[in-house]
């Protein structure tokens, strides 16, 4: 059976440009930018989610600092060498972007935001780690995933998840090659890198907040996670 790698890996994003864009690379004479977009949570505080895009898909006044925009893509990492270690790194890849305006709905190109899902993204791979099962010092039940999502041409991209509550004991019992379906968020943290020399490097890490879980091919809907809305207002 032939694998519709887009329905494996899709998401959507709107929030709003911040920073400015920055030259990635080039193929086949297509150069390729990141940029930032910032998109608020429940608890208030925002994500800063890294989005890579083609120059034919974007304007140079699309990107201007504070402009709201509609992502649609992909979430996908690859392999950085860096200090003689290889490093994940994960990043948006858009497909299509749009620039939302808030005022006038009737315009061409230009979307409403209203009642738009503003962070979605729905993840079909396979458990290629054993997940981390741990829980706070207040009690709080966290299991940390690694889910590899099959891409085209026998790639695959890596990507990191975060469960909470009884997705966090659901998973703790999952084992690797295990297929499931996520839908999430994707979410950015701070965190301190500590090197041997004793020196401290102030990173960010990007991962997707498990809102829902099932187990892929599974007869027994009992076996499936059920929603645990608490991660909706993660800090």
Not at 104 to 119: C, F, L, R
Not at 138 to 167: M, Q, T
Request: proline share 2%; hydrophobic share 35%; net charge negative.
């Amino acid at each position: 059976m032939d694998t519709n790698y887009l329905e494996n890996n899709y998401l959507t994003l709107v929030g709003k440009v911040t920073g400015e864009k920055k030259f990635s690379h080039e193929i086949y004479g297509e150069r390729f930018f990141i940029f930032s977009l910032s998109i608020p949570r429940l608890s208030g505080n925002s994500d800063i989610i890294p989005v890579t895009v083609s120059e034919r898909l974007i304007n140079d006044e699309m990107l201007e600092e504070g402009k709201t925009l509609l992502v649609k893509g992909q979430f996908r990492s690859y392999n950085s060498y860096e200090q003689q270690k290889n490093r994940l790194i994960l990043t948006v890849f858009a497909k299509d972007i749009l620039e939302v305006n808030e005022e006038n709905e009737d315009e061409e190109n230009e979307i409403s935001k209203k009642d738009m899902v503003t962070n979605e993204v729905v993840l079909t791979g396979y458990i290629c780690k054993k997940p981390i099962y741990r829980q706070t010092p207040f009690g709080r039940e966290i299991a940390d995933l690694l889910l590899a999502v099959n891409r085209a041409y026998n790639k695959s991209d890596y990507i990191p998840c975060i469960a909470w509550g009884r997705n966090a004991r659901f998973c703790q019992n999952m084992e690797v090659g295990v297929q499931v379906k996520i839908v999430g968020r994707v979410q950015s943290r701070t965190y301190e890198k500590k090197f041997e020399d004793g020196t401290v490097e102030n990173r960010v890490a990007y991962e997707v907040s498990v809102g829902s879980l099932e187990l892929i091919n599974e007869n027994d809907e009992e076996n499936n996670a059920e929603n645990d809305t608490e991660n909706q207002q993660a800090v």
